[in-house]
């Protein structure tokens, strides 16, 4: 967990609106500390990408500040901001050689050339790319590309690093390498990264913490496993990984715990979380491998009778759809055991799962912070 009582970077009440009326993001602070991984994480529309633009100064915040090591960047043009960009497609110039494309930031910070050479060897190298320093972007797979725009952004050892859905355009097995390496980049050179993706799996992968935004506001910010295993509100809990929902009444609420009732009558109970009133609408986030099917269960259990609608080969799992009493579907995760007796559809089985293994939340959310 990073320490950010003095932060690095600081977002202090931004306000971003072009119209004056609808606001693309609204009442946003953020600290991020020295050092730190963070990701912006949501759907189109949410503010993320917003919000990095803002930081980068090719967007301009209407009401706020924002503030580099306790320097406001208000007056200062992208290039003066002392940041390496990494975009999606690459922005590398066709015409010019792998070794000239990232001695570029160099050449317009006028370095002089001998320091542009050492560096630009430096910086190929620490991409696993220095045999390649003479060709030009066309002649390179979309990973060699991702790479050299990697080491253009590094170059001229810039305070911060954002990128922008970096990985988007590669192919999953080249995306996942390029997360490896994107890390490892960040751990050895000590880099501060602002990370922005729509993909809930690389932002947890990835990051030291996420920011989950949605309509302009941050609804969650917390390391990865507070945010899969302690979601907010309803929109974190399917936002970020899978999540089963059973909605009911709330009928019982202790300093930690809560129970609902289902339309068919059964109690369900889980952690509790904040805005929950007797009698009110809930909504029980539960993810799909913490469901389990059979008979071994202990007392204290919450237990279901569910029918399989489908049964999914996913190769290292199988995807059970159960419909429940009540009209509700659920989803389980089973291992693909070679050993285990799998069901089949239109068994009634026996669904069940420890009340500290899902957490009952209000809903609807709110869209204020």
């Not at 996420?210 to 390391?223: D, H, T």
């Not at 609420?253 to 109970?269: E, K, N, P, Y």
């Amino acid at each position: 967990m990073f320490e950010v009582s003095s932060p690095f970077i600081s977002f202090r009440q931004i306000d971003k609106t072009y119209d004056g009326e609808h606001y693309v993001v609204q009442g946003l602070n953020l600290d991020v500390a020295r050092g730190e991984f963070i990701s912006l994480l949501g759907p189109s529309g949410s503010g993320k990408t917003t919000t990095l633009m803002m930081l980068a100064g090719f967007e301009s915040p209407t009401l706020g500040s924002i503030l580099i090591d306790g320097q406001r960047l208000d007056d200062k043009p992208p290039h003066q901001r002392d940041i390496g960009m990494v975009f999606q497609n690459y922005a590398l110039f066709p015409h010019l050689s792998i070794a000239q494309n990232i001695a570029f930031p160099l050449s317009v910070r006028n370095t002089p050339k001998g320091e542009q050479q050492a560096r630009v060897k430096r910086a190929l190298e620490m991409v696993e790319l220095g045999h390649l320093a003479n060709r030009r972007p066309a002649q390179l797979s979309g990973g060699q590309q991702q790479r050299v725009a990697l080491a253009r952004a590094l170059v001229f050892e810039p305070k911060v690093v954002l990128m922008d859905e970096p990985l988007g355009a590669l192919d999953k097995q080249l995306r996942e390498t390029m997360q490896y390496e994107i890390m490892r980049l960040h751990r050895e050179l000590g880099l501060t990264i602002v990370y922005v993706t729509h993909d809930q799996g690389e932002a947890l992968t990835m990051s030291d913490r996420v920011a989950v935004f949605s309509e302009g506001y941050i609804q969650q910010l917390a390391p990865p496993t507070e945010l899969y295993e302690n979601p907010r509100n309803a929109f974190v809990a399917n936002f970020v990984g899978e999540n089963n929902g059973l909605h009911g009444q709330v009928a019982d609420l202790s300093d930690h715990w809560a129970t609902i009732v289902l339309a068919d009558g059964t109690h369900v109970r889980g952690r509790r979380s904040d805005g929950l009133r007797p009698s009110g609408t809930g909504v029980l986030a539960l993810r799909p491998e913490r469901t389990h099917l059979g008979h071994e269960y202990t007392p204290d259990c919450n237990v279901l009778t569910a029918k399989v609608h489908k049964l999914i080969y996913c190769g290292d799992h199988y995807r059970v759809e159960l419909g429940l009493p009540d009209g509700q579907q659920i989803v389980a995760k089973l291992p693909n055991d070679q050993h285990a007796t799998r069901p089949v559809i239109g068994d009634s089985v026996i669904a069940h799962w420890r009340p500290e293994d899902c957490k009952v939340l209000h809903q609807p959310f709110e869209t204020t912070p």
